[in-house]
């Protein structure tokens, strides 16, 4: 590889060898006896003020990533909170509200614990504690959660609760395909009910919004599977895989969906969609296949 001395003295100062190091590994060489362990030569012409334009993308790429998510999960806290809170502002202490296989009591424990370390923090916490004993509604606890809790706590939910939510969201179950057999349906309908495509997704969102905030490597991680295969026949969720997207490409998909509902007339994908044409595409030796991108993606609906 080629160092270009003064800048690279300067990113190895302010960066860190370790960081940049996992922008660098995938410029290395190609090892013809196993492709999951390349060699320890770089591919020829590879420079590092190309290793540095790799990490630069990456990390305008989680801007843009952490603003998406940002409004979704302020939609998410105030959704949990009005439809639990129909129920009984005190609906998430009662087991009788969620699934039977949830653990509650691990979950309750954890907002517990949130409840604690916002004491002295945050006046609205030291007020309900003031005047209320410290028994917070649900609208008001979903404020101090973390948004690992509150994906936790939509896949405690009933069923019935998971499909309102996913509604709400636009995420619903799609038309059923004609030429599926009865009980082909059936199975799908049962599995759509049973583990709602917005329950993986919501896992898949909270690990990489933890990614964005601890400013760690996104591009090419390999992410929690998240289910396709419901999702592929609801528009703006063309050229998913078949299965479960582990890549960052479907993640952009679920952000770009939501937004539709949470920020109407946002240009979020459009950023995106110039952000990778304009930044990633001009890197040697890279596609953006290893995002997960499929060919043509330019052209679907959800980012034109």
Request: aromatic fraction near 10%; include cysteine; proline fraction near 7%.
């Amino acid at each position: 590889m080629v160092c270009e001395d003064a800048e690279t003295t300067q990113w190895l100062t302010a960066v860190g060898y370790y960081r940049l190091s996992g922008y660098w590994y995938p410029f290395r060489e190609t090892n013809p006896a196993d492709r999951q362990r390349p060699l320890d030569t770089f591919s020829t012409g590879t420079s590092f003020t190309e290793v540095a334009r790799l990490y630069e993308f990456d990390r305008h790429l989680k801007s843009k990533v952490h603003s998406g998510v940002e409004r979704i999960e302020v939609a998410m806290r105030s959704q949990l909170g009005h439809l639990l809170g129909e129920i009984d502002p005190m609906a998430h202490e009662n087991p009788a509200n969620f699934r039977p296989g949830f653990d509650h009591s691990g979950w309750l424990k954890t907002a517990r614990g949130r409840i604690a370390r916002s004491r002295g923090r945050d006046a609205f916490v030291d007020h309900h504690f003031t005047k209320y004993g410290g028994h917070l509604p649900i609208w008001v606890l979903t404020d101090i959660l973390d948004f690992a809790d509150l994906s936790k706590l939509f896949a405690g939910m009933r069923s019935a609760d998971q499909q309102e939510l996913s509604g709400w969201f636009a995420i619903t179950p799609p038309p059923p395909d004609p030429r599926a057999s009865a009980a082909s349906q059936r199975r799908q309908r049962r599995k759509w009910r049973q583990h709602p495509a917005l329950e993986s997704w919501l896992l898949q969102l909270s690990v990489v919004r933890n990614i964005c905030a601890h400013h760690s490597r996104l591009w090419n991680r390999q992410l929690p599977p998240a289910t396709t295969a419901a999702l592929r026949a609801v528009p703006g969720f063309d050229g998913l895989p078949k299965d479960q997207s582990e890549r960052i490409f479907g993640t952009l998909c679920m952000i770009g969906v939501l937004l539709r509902t949470t920020s109407p007339g946002s240009t979020w994908t459009h950023q995106v969609k110039e952000l990778v044409t304009t930044s990633f595409d001009q890197l040697d030796n890279h596609t953006t296949a290893e995002m997960g991108f499929p060919p043509g993606w330019e052209t679907l609906p959800l980012w034109t």
